[in-house]
């Protein structure tokens, strides 16, 4: 079976909750605080393709950012 590379994946609520807390509910590029998105700072599909990072960095609190809307479709962009 074919790994499929592109795969969204999730954090978990709890994660996203503790990020948030500890950069105190502001967008981490230009600090706004609302609509923020758990951002990959090394994408899922570049960590799927190298085993040894699978799955310890895609889920992992340093690989997470949060970011708003904006700044998370920017952030993706520029990968």
Same mark, same amino acid.
């Given at each position: 079976?074919?790994?499929n590379?592109?795969?969204a994946y999730n954090f978990h609520t709890h994660q996203k909750k503790e990020r948030i807390s500890h950069v105190h509910g502001k967008c &981490?590029?230009?600090?706004q605080k609302t609509n923020l998105e758990a951002h990959h700072l090394i994408s899922v599909?570049?960590?799927r393709r190298n085993p040894v990072l699978i799955p310890n960095l895609i889920s992992?609190? &340093?690989n997470?950012?949060?970011l708003c809307e904006d700044c998370h479709h920017e952030a993706d962009q520029k990968q």
């Open positions: 079976m074919a790994t590379y592109r795969e &981490e590029e230009c600090g599909y570049i960590a992992s609190m &340093e997470m950012m949060m």
